[in-house]
């Protein structure tokens, strides 16, 4: 649509729409209210539109700065009070358009930061201006790199206030109560009408076909003229809303967690240099084991985080949705798509609590007993679903929150839960997902929990059933990426160790990579440059040159146990 010049006509139909309410000011009331319904409704599809263009096409966004179009979709917002509809199709699209897009953020004057805080502080409660108000919650966060340093703490304790208060709401129940309501109000609409029509004498229509009962009798079929109309939709929409705004405010936590990713040349630079033996070297020499170290956090963002308990909000909505509440939607053609948006909320939740496990510190979590029943949550919510595996979203959720728990849990040495019975079943479900991210989380799981039981008596047996698992997914899986992953897991499980040394013997470790060893090669030169990301070619380039010297202490550990 963008090669198509769909953003010059979209862009001009803004332009008139904001001229058309400018101008409509100065017309009489009546005439006033019947023009800016009409012209705000346009511009609410125009908006929709350019939101929906901008966010699969970065030559939209660029056209969108270059238009000028931030002043104009800005004066829309600023009127929020009086359509709050048209204020969040505005929000949608600055939070797309904002996003790492400096040009634009440099264009943000003081009245134009005033607008979004408007928008962000407004007392209205309702569902549709808590997703107003978390929208532009998410705006404000891509503009902090614009926003002098002496307000940063009160901006970040702004917006992780709003996000705090929307996920304080039980969605579960705002679904049963907007449920029962609607059900209340149609009931009672109905009733009124039959009593007006009865009372007027004209209320009924008879219809062409009559029935038959016995006695001969006939009886007219009542017909309201309520039947006829549309019913509203106003609980189904406030309960959307809030949907929306829950799931919204977990994405911009997430996003607040993240560091930003090193360029692609930064990247290359690393890959196939002197630093990526040095630096992988040291990875492997490190006695905790962590493969990632936490991220970095802003002392405001942390603070604000742990000051309006996140943590424990974002585990409260791991769980999974309120059955009543599915079961009500279940039964409403209408409301049956919101299980779906209760059932994304979950994935939402658990990618999130990913995200905190990798940038707080276990004290700020909790401490070891926090992470101890949050484990045996995860375990529960995992293996409480006989068919999880067929959930792709739930299990590359659950899998990556699990991961990064996991790893923290072994990096502080505290206690996991999972039984080994438990762990295969993950790993041989999982490994068998087409979802790639689901594969390497499962195979990272056996890893990090291999190189743990490593250090104990004991667990030959397990570690001979994780390195053999781990040894047929790193030959046999079809993406290089999980290939690597399984790899990096057994140099972990192996590295140390001396049920790990027995183990990696009996099942011929050593001799099943040497034989893979060039053939893991060869698949990097043929396949790597088309088909995989520079971040990724240069985890494999460090994982081949591991593999190498893997493979010379395997030597070693060999001839020390067979001779």
Known sequence: MVTKDIMTPLVALLKECSAGLDSNEASPQDKKDRNRSSIENIANEAMNMLWNICECSSRAVSLFNKEGCLEIVLKYLSRFSTNVDLAISVAYCLQTVTEDNLELQKSFSAPALHVLESAMLSPVSSMEYVLLKTLVAGTIWNLKDIIPSKSQ?????????????????????????????????????????EILENANGDGLVEDDEMEEIPQKRKVRRKTFHSDLLPPTDKELRETIALLTAQQTALEIIVNMCCSEDPSDDEWEELSSSDESDAFMENSLSEDSGQLLSPLCLSHEVHSALTNFLIPKKIFEKTAFPNSIAVDMCSRNPTWKPLIRKMNTIQCRALMCLQSLLSVLEVEHLGGAPALQALAQHLSQLLFSQPDFAKHVDFLEAISSALRALLQTMASRNITQCMTPDQLMTLCKAGIRSSNVGVRVNVVSILGITGSVLAREDGTLETLKTIGCFLLEVATQDLSLVVAGEALDALFDVFADGKEAERASVQIKLLSALKEFQPVFKMKIRKEGRGKYSPDQLCVLDNVKMNLRRFVAYQETVEKRLTT
């Open 153 to 193: 703490a009160d901006i970040i304790n702004a917006i992780l206030k709003i996000l705090s208060d929307v996920l304080e709401m039980d969605a579960g129940e705002v679904v049963i109560q907007m449920k029962e309501a609607e059900t209340q109000r149609l009931k009672t609409a109905a009733e009124t009408e």
